[in-house]
């Protein structure tokens, strides 16, 4: 009996680190095998806004381009804009040809008025496209020019009523002077007539 158990204590002192081993390997399992603590979901991201998507610069139209021309040649000095008026000279282009137009209708005088209509009605006679898009403008413009004109022939005949009317009454203011001064003379003539025998009679011997 003891023998055995002297058998048997040498067995286990023998195979006594493979059970070491084992037992680690299986608590390495356990340990594996255990849900893992579960951590707090983070917070959702807050969403970037996109940035705004930058609106591409539109050209501005032949129009547009026209009324701008006007705006700035309306301030313009005399002398000014005679010289924009020369530095145009004669163009073949219809957009310069409406600039010139506009130049000549800012300057208010008859000759350059009706170089300004003949200009615009040139425009209104050109077919192209570029010049087609301009043909409510060059309307517009000769309507204007059409309504200055009549507001200047009707500014004309007032004038000329007017110094009519002032010649009349300096023609008349005349004339009634002239009454006067008649008026006078024959009252002045009684005095003289009664006046000449007293000095008659001092005068006889």
């Known amino acids: 009996m003891q023998a055995d158990l002297h058998t048997a204590g040498r067995l286990c002192a023998r195979h006594l680190p493979y059970l070491i081993l084992a037992l680690a390997f299986v608590a390495g399992l356990y340990g594996c095998a255990s849900p893992a603590q579960s951590q707090p979901a983070p917070p959702p991201m807050a969403a970037i806004p996109a940035p705004p998507t930058a609106v591409p610069a539109t050209a501005p139209s032949p129009a547009e381009t026209l009324l701008a021309y006007a705006e700035r040649v309306r301030s313009l000095q005399p002398a000014e804009l005679a010289q924009e008026i ?49 043909h409510p403008l060059a309307r517009m413009l000769l309507a204007q020019q059409a309504d200055a004109r009549r507001l200047e022939e009707q500014l004309e005949r007032q004038s000329q009523q007017t110094k009519d009317a002032h010649r009349r009454i300096e023609l008349l203011n005349d004339r009634l002077e002239a009454l006067r001064a008649v008026e006078r003379s024959l009252l002045l003539r009684p005095a003289a007539a009664m006046s000449a025998p007293a000095n008659g009679q001092r005068l006889t011997p």
Not at 89 to 105: F, K, V, Y
């Open 86 to 134: 020369n530095g145009l000279g004669d163009p073949q282009d219809s957009t310069r040809q409406m600039q010139l137009a506009i130049a000549l209708g800012t300057a208010r005088t008859p000759g350059n008025a009706a170089r300004a209509q003949a200009l615009l009605q040139r425009v209104l006679a050109q077919n192209q496209p570029q010049a087609q898009v301009l």
